[in-house]
């Protein structure tokens, strides 16, 4: 029996204007945990999507259960027992949870000895013992679009484990699960470890990485740099070698002065009687605050209210002192106010457009010449700026947004909006699914802005993040305010007392 089940040697692969991978390398042991790390960018998941078929390899080689295979395609790494829980979640929403986890592979039965059509029984009682045998209790019968996005995401893991694999490749798969969530999927996986089955986990979550994983291979800029006992490791010793410097800091000094009240909000209701009611806080010209609270305590719901995107009933919002009729995103764009979604796959990234019409969508009005035509030379003048100014890392202005790494399309998104000139900045989850490397400079924008007198909300479900980087804190719970924490005094202990406070 060969010592490693899977192994890839040399590995290259180019975009054009880019190398994803150089020569990067992998040994998967069986019934072990082997955490991939690296910056966004490093190669991570196109290595991953080498391995399942999605991409061809220029060079190298892939080695299974000891002997040289070639994987054309993601129907052939299943059959070989090889499975792959994306990053980017593909639901069919409109569709059963049985009909999700079995898309392509329905089980069937004749008719006559004949016709063949799908036999729902056997789907369905299948999937009931899948997902008690992966301690799951949705109905498979339900409607996927009943579910949450963590939900789905679990959902995507079972599917995964129904195709009895050997090798199962995990990327981010936590990125959207509450804490009882993962505590769950970790009991999952040594589930499957006590198999035999071999895991692949990517995750920029140092704490997971190091509680979980058996070996660490970490890589930068589309090459190995090496592999790790996991036991062996620190926290500082794995962002060392993910950005190839030592990180002294991990949230930059500012020198942001809070000055007069711009925003207040005064009770603040939605239309919604489950989400949040009777908000009440104000933000200062030059302020981070910071909004906390655990998952459903409505935090994004109240800034999209706030942005026009979800109704309110009451409830009164002034900017510099006028009062605004918040009815849909334009009122609150007009009066300089720009709002990050949570989701940038979702609600921020149009995937299939460059870098330069990503950035240049939300003020196209401020380009239109002899009022019938856009100016094409100052959109480029005025993206190619902000390119710059925020050390975006593109091959070129035309490169579809959806082949830049999860950082820097963050940062296309915030240059969106800059291009608007706001005053007042909603950041939800800036930093969420990005690398520590890329995280900094994210927080380096946050404070930049903050120092030129611009206002910050931003929504983060870290707190560490929210102490480092907020002069205040709101914290949130089941849709109300349940209190402020100035920033010198914030700790985990104070947050989430506040975070669990249910009225």
């Known amino acids: 029996m060969a010592e490693y089940r899977l192994e890839m040697r040399d590995v290259s692969k180019a975009f054009p204007g880019v190398q994803a991978l150089d020569r990067a390398q992998l040994k998967l042991r069986p019934g072990s945990v082997h955490a991939l790390m690296g910056e966004n960018g490093a190669g991570k998941s196109t290595l991953m999507k080498c391995m ?84 799951m209790s949705f109905d498979p019968k339900a409607k996927l679009g009943t579910l949450s996005v963590s939900q789905m995401q679990l959902v995507e893991i079972a599917k995964a484990v129904s195709a009895d694999c050997k090798v199962l490749i995990l ?75 030592e990180l002294t800091n991990l949230f930059p000094k500012r020198e942001n002065e809070p000055g007069e009240v711009v925003l207040e909000v005064k009770d603040f209701t939605s239309i919604n009687p489950k989400s949040f009611r009777d908000v009440n806080f104000t933000l200062r010209k030059g302020e981070i605050l910071g909004v906390g609270g655990l998952v459903g305590a409505q935090r994004t719901e109240l800034m999209e209210g706030l942005f026009g995107i979800r109704s309110h009933t009451t409830g009164e919002v002034i900017i510099n002192g006028e009062s605004l009729d918040v009815r849909r995103p334009r009122d609150t764009i007009r009066k300089g106010t720009a709002l990050l979604t949570e989701d940038r796959r979702q609600s921020g990234v149009m995937g299939v457009l460059s870098v330069e019409d990503n950035v240049a969508i939300a003020s196209l009005n401020r380009f239109i010449k002899w009022g019938i035509m856009l100016d094409g030379k100052k959109i480029r003048e005025l993206v190619s700026d902000n390119v710059a100014k925020l050390s975006i890392k593109t091959p070129g202005l035309k490169t579809q947004i959806q082949s830049l790494s999860g950082g820097n399309q963050q940062k296309v998104l915030i240059s969106r909006w800059l291009a ?72 985990e202990e104070n947050l989430m007392t506040l975070a669990t406070q249910f009225s």
Request: with cysteine; hydrophobic share 40%.
């Open 52 to 135: 399942f078929g999605i991409y061809k390899m220029d060079s190298g080689e892939i080695y299974y259960e000891g002997e040289k295979v070639s994987i054309t395609d993601p129907m052939d790494a299943l059959k070989r027992g090889i499975a792959m829980v994306h990053q980017e979640l593909q639901p069919v929403p409109e569709r059963s949870v049985a009909e999700n986890i079995f898309i392509g592979r329905y089980p069937t039965k004749r008719w006559l000895g004949v016709i063949s059509t799908i036999d729902h029984e056997k789907m369905f009682k299948d999937t009931e013992a899948l997902l008690k045998e992966v301690r």
């Open 171 to 245: 990327d981010e798969p936590t990125s959207s699960l509450t804490s009882n969530e993962v505590e769950a999927l970790f009991l999952i996986i040594e589930d499957l470890k006590a198999k035999g089955v071999s895991i692949i986990y990517i995750s920029h979550k140092m704490d997971e990485i190091l509680k979980i994983s058996d070996e660490v291979t970490i890589m930068r800029d589309g090459a190995y740099i090496g592999t790790w006992d996991a036991k062996e490791l620190t926290t500082d010793m794995i962002i060392t070698r993910m950005v190839g410097r």
């Open 420 to 491: 608007n000139n706001p005053d007042i900045f909603i950041l939800d989850e800036p930093t969420r699914g990005i690398d520590v490397g890329a995280k900094y400079e994210i927080y380096c924008i946050i404070a930049d802005l903050a120092k030129q007198g611009k206002s910050i909300v931003m929504i983060s479900s870290e707190l560490s993040e929210l102490i480092g980087m907020s002069d205040r804190i709101m914290v949130m719970c089941d849709g109300r305010v349940t209190g402020f924490v100035d920033g010198k005094d914030a700790n």
